[in-house]
């Protein structure tokens, strides 16, 4: 069996964000700003289809536009399920697997303190893939891309499912960090 083309899981992936994440009504961000649209990528993402498509895509954008990583993660807990998705979606592809690793938004408060799960995959000057649901500000991913230079890996591409046009990818591009999404707001009815 076969697996459908990119543009068939792009098609997909979008019909099934429409249908189970898109809502047009009034909301507060994270950022505090207001909006007239909200996308909660997690309704789609955490379904089995949504899943596998989600890895499937990053995974794709990932190697096209970040070849020589060799991990993928962001914060969580937005990033939590694409970086899992696009690890267990490189192990099945063959080729390079990508092994996860999840920050933490605070240094776990016990043991060892540790603000990055999964550094044992790593080595010191790894090169890794920033994954991030939706970019509306960038600060995010741009805490992700900090923690992860912190913690001795060098990001080399930030993807994200979402970018809503509200100006979060510059600030993430002025980390030196290229920013590529799987979808625009104008994708979005």
């Known amino acids: 069996m076969s697996l459908p083309s ?64 060799v991990g993928v993660g962001g914060l969580t807990m937005g990033a939590d399920p694409l970086a899992s998705a696009v690890s267990l979606t490189s192990h099945l592809a063959g080729g390079q697997s990508l092994h996860a690793f999840y920050v933490r938004k605070e240094p776990k408060g016990h043991g ?28 995010s991913t741009i805490k992700a891309i900090e923690r992860a230079r912190a913690e001795g890996l060098v990001p080399i591409g930030a993807f994200a499912i979402v970018d809503r046009d509200e100006g979060g990818v510059a600030p993430i591009a002025a980390t030196g960090v290229p920013v590529h999404a799987l979808f625009r707001r104008g994708d979005f009815p």
């Open 112 to 139: 060892t303190g540790q603000w990055v799960e999964g550094l044992q995959a790593f080595t010191p000057g790894a090169k890794v893939a920033i994954v991030e649901d939706v970019v509306t500000t960038g600060a």
């Open 6 to 69: 990119v543009a068939d899981d792009r098609r997909r992936l979008l019909a099934l964000l429409i249908e189970r994440s898109f809502k047009r009504q009034k909301v507060v961000l994270s950022s505090g700003r207001e909006s007239d649209f909200y996308v909660d990528c997690k309704k789609t993402v955490l379904l089995a289809e949504g899943h596998a498509l989600v890895g499937r895509l990053l995974l794709d954008a990932i190697r096209t536009h970040a070849p020589a990583a």
